[in-house]
């Protein structure tokens, strides 16, 4: 079939079906089509195998000519003036950007039900939610409205979403993919990654978007391996390990039953598989909402009604301005963190709460450097619970809080991280195995995750 043809069964299969998911923000129709005849007059390039292929972009990467809002009041009509070093390089092999995807505001959240422009529904059932924060980007692809998406990763953002749509989800390595038109939520934690159904397909998209930027201080001058070299390739002798506290209480028994036949199969596959200590797990939830927090209200300082987007009517001061554009165009989320972050890098607080949480990352990276001296793999559950209901934590922070335990490590570390997919509940939803490697080896995780499936 042409470009044209696959691009406009993309959108009257995205017509059909978002009525019940909304995992878009914004479609790109009319650019897409153009593109697609273009492709189509210039010949598809058969061994670029990305070329033409339909892609969801989360709404937080910013691109050219095309609507970023972040999911928030204060962007709804932000048009960007330049491309994300992830879209440059996308372009370059012509995929298409069939529209900016669904996420809880300036990716805050675990179930995008933050997002100023409605809820995601997850597709394998409608009164749960898609995870979050990159669920639009995780329903597209569960719903097959797109091959694969972007997603963006502060927490588990891509890993947890992917889970509970039943997807692979990957986060890779902190500075391997640049973060250059990426809107920054906590710097030191960000990473873009990819989502998708196939394995191979984001080793693809892994591939296209990886390198370091020079636009990006903290990307990683390191070579790049083809990452779909890593499949079909065989696990013998590889060494994994399960830290107790994954598997621990506040784990739903259908997920520890799903991540016994996971190391069970692993087992078979060849790869010896140990119980070890991660003993510093539960304080990684504290730093990372202390840390994430304090770095988002420092970036979320440009917010301002004056350089971009949304300012309040009837304002009559320079003052006014800020305070009232602020608050009217910022959710309750946003708003909680900004307030927090505040708080804990102030000066009265700054030893007691950012200091200690800084070090506790360092103990909780620690951790994992040791465990990397012996073991290839780190495993565990994605989440410690399948897809929850629409509404169920959202007036609970806390409690929303918690669900990403099992994330948040790989972040404080800067590790790379993906979410596999590893059976259903009893109820019929996805639960997703999490594999995590050293810094930079991404490899191991797509090597594992392949076998696996
Ligand atoms: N759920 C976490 C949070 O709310 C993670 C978000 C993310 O990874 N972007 O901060």
């Not at 097959?144 to 989800?169: K, M, W, Y």
């Not at 892994?206 to 083809?226: K, M, Q, R, W």
């Not at 972040?411 to 991280?417: E, T």
Request: glycine share 10%; net charge negative.
């Amino acid at each position: 079939i042409s470009v044209r043809q696959l691009v406009e069964a993309t959108y009257d299969y995205i017509d059909k079906t978002e009525g019940k998911v909304n995992a878009f923000i914004t479609l790109n129709k009319e650019a897409a089509l153009k593109q697609a005849d273009a492709l189509d007059e210039k010949g598809v390039d058969p061994d670029n195998l990305l070329s033409g292929i339909p892609l969801g972009i989360k709404d937080n990467i910013v691109t050219k000519g095309l609507k970023t809002t972040a999911a928030s009041h204060i962007l709804d009509n932000f048009m960007p003036v330049y491309n994300a070093t992830v879209m440059d390089k996308l372009d370059a092999l012509d995929t298409i950007t069939v529209g900016k995807t669904n996420m809880d505001e300036f990716a805050m959240g675990g179930s995008t039900e933050t997002s100023y422009f409605g809820k995601t529904h997850n597709p394998w059932n409608l009164d749960k939610v898609p995870g979050g924060s990159s669920g639009g980007s995780a329903a597209a692809v569960a719903a097959g409205e797109v091959i694969a998406a972007l997603g963006t990763d502060t927490g588990g953002s891509i890993r947890q979403p992917a889970a509970f749509n039943g997807i692979f989800g990957i986060k890779p390595t902190y500075g391997r993919v640049s973060r250059w038109g990426l809107m920054a939520f906590g710097s030191s934690l960000d990473q873009i990654g990819v989502m998708s159904r196939t394995i191979k397909d984001s080793a693809l998209v892994l591939n296209a978007i990886s390198g370091h930027d020079e636009h990006d201080g903290t990307s990683a001058a390191a070579d790049v391996p083809d990452f779909t070299a890593a499949l079909n390739q065989d696990i013998k002798g590889l060494k994994i390990a399960v830290p107790k506290e994954y598997m621990d209480e506040g784990v739903d028994d259908d997920v520890v039953s799903a991540i016994k036949a996971a190391i069970a199969t692993f087992e078979k596959l060849g790869a010896t598989v140990e119980e070890v200590t991660l003993p510093y797990t539960k304080y990684a939830v504290p730093a990372y909402y202390i840390i994430a927090s304090s770095e988002a209200s420092s970036n979320l300082q440009r917010y301002d009604g004056i350089r971009y987007g949304f300012r309040a009517k009837d304002v009559n001061s320079l003052k006014s301005v800020y305070v009232r554009s602020r608050s009217e165009g910022f959710g309750d989320e946003v708003k909680r963190r900004i307030m927090l972050g505040s708080f804990s890098l102030s000066a009265g607080y700054y030893d007691a709460y950012f200091k200690k949480a800084a070090q506790v990352r360092t103990l909780v990276k620690r951790d994992f450097d040791q465990l990397f001296e012996k073991y290839d793999l780190v495993l565990g559950p994605t989440a410690p619970t399948s897809a929850f209901g629409l509404g169920e934590k959202i007036t609970d922070p806390v409690t929303m809080y918690l669900n990403d335990i099992l994330t948040i490590p790989a972040n404080l570390a800067g590790i790379p991280a993906a979410s596999v997919p590893a059976g259903f509940s009893k109820d019929g939803l996805p639960i997703g195995v999490q594999l995590m490697a050293k810094a930079l080896d991404e490899a191991t995780i797509f090597k594992a995750a392949d076998a696996f499936e």
